[in-house]
Structure formats: C-alpha cells, structure tokens
C-alpha cells in the first residue's frame, strides 16, 4: 500500500480521468488517468514508466483543447504513478492551507 503524501484533502476518482501531460517547451506529449487532485496537486498513472525522462517539470493538460492546464513540478515516482505539485505564476510550488485542528 502507497504511503500517504498528501498535506491537502483531495478528491478521489472511481475510475482514473483521462488526461495528457506535455513537456514545458511543447516536444512531447504522454497520456495518463488522474487517479486524484488537491488544490496543491496530482497524482498521475501511465501506461509505462516515466523515470527515464528525467521529468522535472510539465503542463497537466485537462482539455483537448488544452484551454485548461495547470504547471507541475514532479515530487515522486513509483513504478507507473507519478506525484506532482502545481506551480504557480511566480514559479513558486502551491502550498496547502493552514488546517485547523478541532
């Protein structure tokens, strides 16, 4: 079982949503199911391994017409499943809100 890495709540899919990961500079494209989402990130499952790209950073592309995309900067790797937080406008990583305790 996946250790948790989360520091936001997130929303689980039943069934992973097809979407597209595509290089900064616009080279490359893979497909790939969003398996879940927060307001800081994503984890991410492909068809193959992904550790042999030396993936620093991406656009997660959530349209097909690329209108709705979010910057990503890779955080882990295992096996097929990648993890990854969103980068915002100044290139700074999204950071989760303060979480009161009860």
Do not use: Y
Not at 84 to 100: N, Q, T
């Amino acid at each position: 079982m996946q250790k948790e890495r989360r520091r936001a709540s997130r929303v689980n899919f039943a069934r992973g949503i097809s979407v597209k990961i595509l290089a900064i500079d616009g080279t490359w494209q893979r497909e790939c199911e969003m398996l879940d989402v927060s307001d800081i990130g994503v984890a991410l499952q492909f068809s193959e391994r992904l550790a042999a790209f030396g993936l620093k950073e991406f656009f997660l592309v959530l349209s097909s017409v690329g209108s709705a995309h979010r910057r990503c900067q890779m955080i882990w790797t295992e096996n097929d499943r990648v993890g990854a937080v969103f980068i915002d406008s100044d290139g700074e990583r999204k950071r989760a809100p303060f979480l009161k305790t009860a």
